[in-house]
């Protein structure tokens, strides 16, 4: 089975705090993906990578950065994290060809005060 | 104008009633649409996958695309309280990237 496991379930933080936000899985995928999820606006794509140390931006990338060092393992930074930033976020993999089904972790659901 | 538009609902049933979900969507060039469920406090999980248009049933799910008129359904007979959950639509193009409908939160009532 594939797994996808993030850091933390729960996080708080305070305004103008740095976040990390860790994600690993385990099946060899070439894709990883970091979405947040807002009630009535679903998933949004915050940055992809397709490879080590690539990266691309997606549809909402402003206050994020993100580091991918290794296959497995796709981290997302907040550098001063804000109110805004109070979301569920969660990390996605896949393959790089094939159906495109992406697997994802359980979240992380981070407030920031 | 979203590119993937899904009514959040909620919609609650009876047990054993059947449950109609779905999505209209702008781009013609998806092919690929997929139907997450998501249950609280977990990520979503791949439900239902297809190719094109047409129909595909799995047990009590029925999945079906029609491109013609860019809407997309989803059926769940004989619904039981262990499928209320989260739903959510997505479809791409054949690339990495997935264009999520907002989901629709069923509750099933024993």
């Known amino acids: 089975d594939v797994k996808v496991t993030q850091s933390s379930r729960y996080l708080v933080k305070r305004t103008g705090e740095k976040v990390f936000l860790e994600c690993v899985q385990d099946m060899d995928h070439e894709n990883m993906f970091w979405y947040r999820q807002d009630p009535g606006l679903g998933l949004r794509l915050i940055y992809f990578?397709?490879?080590?140390?690539?990266?691309e931006k997606g549809d909402i990338p402003e206050g994020y950065s993100v580091s991918r060092e290794k296959k497995e393992r796709f981290s997302l930074i907040l550098e001063s994290a804000s109110t805004n930033q109070t979301s569920m976020y969660l990390c996605?993999?896949?393959?790089?060809?094939?159906?495109?089904?992406?697997?994802f972790g359980p979240g992380t659901r981070l407030t920031v005060l | 104008q979203k590119e993937v538009e899904q009514d959040p609902g909620p919609l609650s049933v009876p047990e054993g009633a059947i449950v109609s979900l779905n999505c209209t969507y702008s781009n013609s060039a998806f092919q690929y649409f997929m139907w997450y469920r998501q249950y609280s406090r977990k990520g979503p999980e791949l439900l239902m996958y297809?190719?094109?248009?047409g129909n595909k049933e799995d047990g009590r799910f029925t999945a079906q695309v029609d491109k013609s008129s860019k809407y997309i359904s989803l059926f769940i007979r004989d619904s039981q309280p262990s499928d209320s959950a989260t739903y959510l639509c997505a479809m791409n193009v054949g690339d990495y990237k997935l264009s999520f409908g907002a989901g629709t939160t069923v509750t099933v009532r024993a």
């Open positions: 996605a993999s896949s393959l790089m060809s094939g159906r495109n089904e992406q697997f």
């Open positions: 297809t190719y094109s248009s």
């Open positions: 990578s397709y490879d080590v140390k690539m990266k």
